[in-house]
């Protein structure tokens, strides 16, 4: 079968491009494109026929399939020639019953999302894989890309530094100096990517990308390039994959740029166009309340919306005041049923500590839509009946200052309420002896 896909501009102007070709924007009125795909081809295999396929080649090592981004690549990407793939086996990840948790704050059916259990430590990965496989095979067909570039809150840039150094391809990162972690900025100088650390925030060093791609032969790595929307999806795909073809009532995930909330409702609606799910979930968009434009937004029902500058928030990933993928996650939200809720510096450090505390390791963002999740249950929008899946975005491990400061009450405007710090004793077994007795009743 010919599967096709193209750039197609989302205010309908009806322009159309190839995947192939270095286009960000919509030429007749500078919108943002969307990867539109036949979906009349795609409907020749029934929806049993698409899940048999699927199923078969999760998490298996035919390559390139085993990576469920790839075991997809019908949905996402069927332009791109295999041997030009790059993958790091993306996907897969464990969504589990969080039971423990969900018992403590009133919800029996709680399921967690681990995207941060991936090859660099965030969901930027199941993007990156198929943006830097289109640039593999753009320049195999001649096309001359010196570089691949991203202003970054710190995941993004690891990501392209790392998919990009598995291809033999120059990355080059724009990061806001002294705004993303150790282990965030660590990640892209071990892979040998260009790192510029500039003197600004997020929507600052997004500004000057932007610029730069102007030229052509470096290619952008934005969300704004919806390649990685198309990757992203498969967030949605595999979930309900993994349930067995059965739909959650409700889907939580944190939004800054708001690509990941996008691609979250894409994969839902091209499965339900499909027939693989005959319902949608409610999707619940999190965001931290010093970077809430949408939420702003949102209080409005979406008749209004003002870029703001964002605030500094422990949420490094999701503070952007100016998110690219507005009009697409709004369009996203109301298809869905949707609600926006956001979270303060207090609430999202309790919340990703209490859920800690249940063998979670959580990073900032995933607190931001856990401590949502808390204040919807409390609020009974979610009920106590309903199945949530919250989509934790990134690996805790890459978060070790947010956790260390938390546990030692050095974090601005957070009043810790689960702090557990080392005992500090001296090797004497009296001593242990006692201190056990007095903890935990030895
Ligand atoms: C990028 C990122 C987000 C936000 O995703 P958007 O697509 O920008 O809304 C959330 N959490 C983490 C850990 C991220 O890296
Ligand atoms: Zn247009």
Known sequence: ????????????????????????????CGGLLEVVHDMNELKKNSPAEWKQIFDERYMRTTWPYGSSVWGKKELVCPVVDNENIVSMYEGGTNLFWARRFGEEIGLEDLWIKQCGNSHTGSFKDLGMTVLVSMVKQMIAEGKDIKAVACASTG?????????????????VVFLPKDKVSHAQLIQPIANGALVLSLETDFDGCMAIVQKICEENNIYLANSMNSLRIEGQKTISIELAQQFDWELPD????????????TALGKGFLMMYELGLIDRLPRIVCAQAE?????????????????PIQARQT??????????????????????????VEQATEDELANAAARADRTGLFN???????????????????IKSTDRAVVISTANGLKFPEFKINYHEGRLKDVAPEHINLPLVLPADLSDVKRTLREKIGY
């Not at 939420?295 to 029902?301: C, H």
């Not at 503070?319 to 996650?329: D, L, M, R, Y």
């Not at 990073?363 to 929008?381: D, E, F, Q, S």
Request: hydrophobic residues 45%; glycine residues 8%; proline residues 4%.
């Open 155 to 171: 995941d993004t840039s690891a990501s392209l530094a790392a998919y990009c150094a598995a291809a033999g391809i120059q990355a």
């Open 250 to 261: 409700i889907v939580i995930i944190p939004g800054g740029n708001l690509g990941n909330v």
């Open 314 to 339: 422990l949420a490094n990933a999701i503070q952007i005041g100016n998110p690219v993928s507005i009009e697409k996650a709004t369009h996203i939200l109301k298809a869905f049923n949707g609600i």
């Open 363 to 381: 990073c900032p963002h995933t607190g931001v839509a856990l401590a949502v999740l808390i204040k919807l249950i409390n609020r009974k929008i």
């Open 290 to 306: 010093r970077a809430n434009p949408l939420y702003m937004s949102y209080l409005t029902g979406f008749k209004e919306y003002h």
């Open 1 to 28: 079968m010919a599967f096709s896909a193209w750039f197609q501009c989302i205010h309908g102007c009806n322009e159309h491009y190839p995947l192939t070709e270095i286009i960000y924007r919509c030429k007749r």
